[in-house]
């Protein structure tokens, strides 16, 4: 093990992932002799405590502590060595002080929405063992502590998607995120396991030290004889896993139907956690995408495409969860651009900032769904400001972060991004670099137009409540409004505590905050050449420089169209819809990603299956020559063995003495 001169305890960091553990372990096994207040007790208790121990241990990294060593021998078998240990830098405990807050706020708020819950322990200790395994994702030191978490967020974001598992909609969204999850964790063990076939290792710092040296070998892929760069090949199958797990195009349909779960769930995956851990997997092996320019200017594209396909989507949703849902695939999106063009640093900026004002979108929205009955509808709501005050604010300043005006959070971290994007469209991307920086621009006008759109639809506009429901309105308890109040602080004050604290929005210094967590070459850094050409820095310069940028104006617009057409003319968008016709109908149905998948992939599997269950199994097996040979026989041989079952005692003696006398006589014979 190797520690600097700044020691962390092992004791406190084996106790960040293991007190969420124990939470599960103890509720899981124990919750049904449990009452409702024990169980909650137990596993937030123990989640806060983790999230307290995160923020600790980030102060000492951010003094220059680190850690970095194997605990123990996972397998050995030959040369062939699994170790589990952890690597702890500024990178690995941004994660950690995000995910264990966030999970914290949505523990506090889960007592108050799942009361009654017939499965309250069990929702419990799915969260608390989720945010185990986001947390060994994110500290362990090799590539199977990697693949060990990465499944394991996939295993319980598929029972919590399909929590309420009586309900059809929510059992066909939890296979489906399972199976489209499996797709891309096939193209990422394909990797891990190219990864220890080339390397002959599994840990970061191993292979991270033995890339630039591997960067000349080529594979050769298929009976065509293509031949592509290994690092290439790697780092691309790598990035089929992060496509699933961070629901990019065309591995995203997933994301939005796991809306199926209850909120709390939806604020954990689409916030903090699972959705993130393939931006994270990517910033960590920036040592190696970045000796990939193939990888690289793939990222980008696909990224580029998913932030603006899925803002075109979120524009005439209707559902409140799936409007923030698709805001998510459209801002991963983002992320995944600001690691296609090298800006890791902007991208994990943004993921940390997207965290708190995204989780407050949801579980503000989930505010608003538990006042008016489980309605989801945006149609059906309107003026509920009225009967919601502390969720109608700290939904507006969620809004604002979100559609990036500053000095709201999303404008730091989003803004980085799109100069970066900028500054590479002029060097090697060529036509990716230009619809990268299009996806990102329009976007952002999208991006502010179906959050503000959501929200006035929401809290203002027409009163379309029924008056049964309206009866019954009023704001939601503080144990749901308090963690509402908690990420406000973080939907505001993340982007500044950011830029001025750890300066993260100096592009002079970016890379020197993470240090070796993350790593640059200088001919592809756009945060470096953004402060050559002058870029603004700190916070008070972000803001000023903010008027006389593109983004900014965009953003304004974005709301002020929004507050144009759902709150001044609000017969406007009825007449728009009409006469967009087929145009409104293509984003309604989400670009019938669904109905394509439908046609080319689950009609012929269920085609398959019928002709395989009908000729295979009822006619060649239970009515062909199949059956007569094996299930007949069988029978037949069953009947005369049941024949010689007689239970009278002297057959059964008669024929011991016969088999007897016969070995005797087999053994006289022999001599």
Same mark, same amino acid.
Do not use: C
């Given at each position: 093990m190797q520690e600097t001169a700044l020691t962390l305890s092992m004791t406190e960091l084996l106790a960040i992932p293991a007190l969420p553990l124990i939470g599960a372990l103890v509720v899981g096994l124990f919750g049904w002799a449990m009452k409702e207040r024990v169980a909650h007790t137990i596993t937030s208790a123990c989640v806060i405590l983790a999230a307290l121990l995160s923020i600790h241990v980030f102060t000492q990294v951010l003094a220059g502590a680190s850690f970095h060593g194997n605990l123990w021998t996972w397998m050995i078998a030959g040369d062939f060595v699994v170790p589990v240990g952890l690597l702890i830098d500024r990178l690995t405990t941004i994660m950690m002080i995000t995910v264990t807050i966030v999970s914290a706020c949505v523990h506090i708020y889960t007592i108050g929405y799942m009361h009654g819950d017939p499965g309250y322990p069990r929702f419990f200790a799915y969260i608390s063992a989720f945010t185990f395994s986001m947390l060994v994702l994110v500290m362990g030191n090799n590539f199977f502590t990697l693949f060990f978490g990465w499944e394991a967020v996939g295993l319980f974001s598929y029972l919590l998607i399909g929590f309420w598992f009586k309900r059809e909609s929510a059992n066909y969204a939890s296979m489906k995120a399972f199976i489209v999850n499996r797709i891309g964790d096939f193209g990422f063990a394909v990797g891990i396991l190219a990864v220890w076939y080339f390397y002959g290792s599994v840990e970061y710092k191993t292979v991270f030290a033995m890339t630039p040296d591997f960067v000349a070998q080529n594979i050769t892929l298929g009976f065509m004889g293509w031949e592509i760069a290994a690092i290439t090949f790697i780092c691309l199958a790598l990035f089929v896993g992060a496509m699933g797990k961070s629901g990019q195009v065309p591995l995203h349909v997933w994301l939005p139907d796991s809306m199926e779960g209850p909120t709390p769930i939806s604020a954990l995956i689409h916030a903090a956690t699972m959705v993130t851990a393939g931006v994270f997997m990517v910033a960590r092996l920036s040592p190696m995408f970045e000796f990939s320019e193939t990888a690289l200017v793939v990222v980008t594209l696909v990224g580029a495409i998913t932030a603006w396909m899925c803002a075109t989507i979120g524009l005439v949703q209707n559902d409140i969860k799936r409007v923030i849902a698709y805001s998510t695939c459209s801002q991963l999106g983002y992320m995944f651009v600001g690691l296609g063009v090298s800006a890791y640093s902007a991208s994990i900026f943004h993921l940390m900032t997207h965290a708190y004002f995204k989780a407050l979108l949801f579980l503000?929205?989930?505010?608003?769904?538990?006042?008016?009955?489980?309605?989801?509808?945006?149609?059906?709501?309107?003026?509920?400001?009225?009967?919601?005050?502390?969720?109608? @604010? &700290?939904?507006? =300043?969620?809004? %604002? #972060?979100?559609?990036? !005006?500053?000095?709201?959070?999303?404008?730091? $971290?989003?803004?980085?991004?799109?100069?970066?994007?900028?500054?590479?469209?002029?060097?090697?991307?060529?036509?990716?670099?230009?619809?990268?920086?299009?996806?990102?621009?329009?976007?952002?006008?999208?991006?502010?137009?179906?959050?503000?759109?959501?929200?006035?639809?929401?809290?203002?506009?027409?009163?379309?409540?029924?008056?049964?429901?309206?009866?019954?309105?009023?704001?939601?308890?503080?144990? @749901? &409004?308090?963690? =509402?109040?908690? %990420? #406000?602080?973080?939907? !505001?004050?993340?982007?500044?505590?950011?830029? $001025?604290?750890?300066?993260?929005?100096?592009?002079?210094?970016?890379?020197?905050?993470?240090?070796?967590?993350?790593?640059?070459?200088?001919?592809?850094?756009?945060?470096?050449?953004?402060?050559?050409?002058?870029?603004?820095?700190?916070a008070l310069g972000m803001m000023l420089h903010a008027p006389f940028t593109l983004p900014f104006w965009l953003a304004l617009g974005g709301i002020g169209l929004a507050y144009f057409m759902y709150f001044k003319e609000t017969k406007m968008p009825a007449k728009i819809a009409a006469a967009s016709g087929p145009v409104y109908t293509f984003l309604l149905n989400k670009w019938y990603w669904d109905e394509l998948y439908e046609k080319i992939f689950i009609t012929p599997a269920r085609a398959l299956g019928t002709f395989l269950w009908q000729k295979g199994d009822l006619d060649m097996i239970d009515k062909g020559a199949i059956h007569k040979g094996i299930i007949d026989n069988i029978i037949a041989g069953a009947a005369r063995m049941r024949a010689m079952q007689t239970g009278f005692v002297y057959h059964y003696a008669f024929a011991m003495v016969t088999g007897v006398f016969g070995f005797l006589t087999y053994l006289l014979l022999k001599a």
């Open positions: 503000a929205a989930g505010s608003v769904i538990h006042a008016v009955m489980a309605e989801q509808d945006i149609r059906k709501m309107g003026q509920l400001r009225k009967y919601m005050p502390v969720t109608y @604010i &700290t939904m507006f =300043l969620a809004a %604002l #972060a979100l559609a990036g !005006v500053p000095p709201f959070a999303g404008f730091f $971290s989003k803004d980085l991004i799109i100069e970066a994007t900028m500054i590479r469209e002029f060097t090697e991307y060529g036509w990716v670099g230009s619809f990268a920086t299009f996806a990102v621009l329009t976007g952002v006008f999208m991006t502010a137009f179906y959050t503000f759109r959501m929200f006035f639809l929401t809290f203002h506009n027409s009163d379309r409540v029924d008056s049964h429901t309206k009866s019954h309105l009023h704001e939601s308890p503080k144990v @749901i &409004t308090i963690p =509402l109040m908690i %990420l #406000a602080v973080g939907a !505001v004050g993340s982007g500044l505590w950011g830029v $001025s604290v750890l300066d993260i929005a100096n592009p002079e210094v970016i890379n020197g905050y993470f240090g070796d967590a993350i790593f640059v070459l200088d001919a592809h850094n756009p945060l470096m050449a953004l402060a050559a050409e002058g870029g603004a820095h700190g």
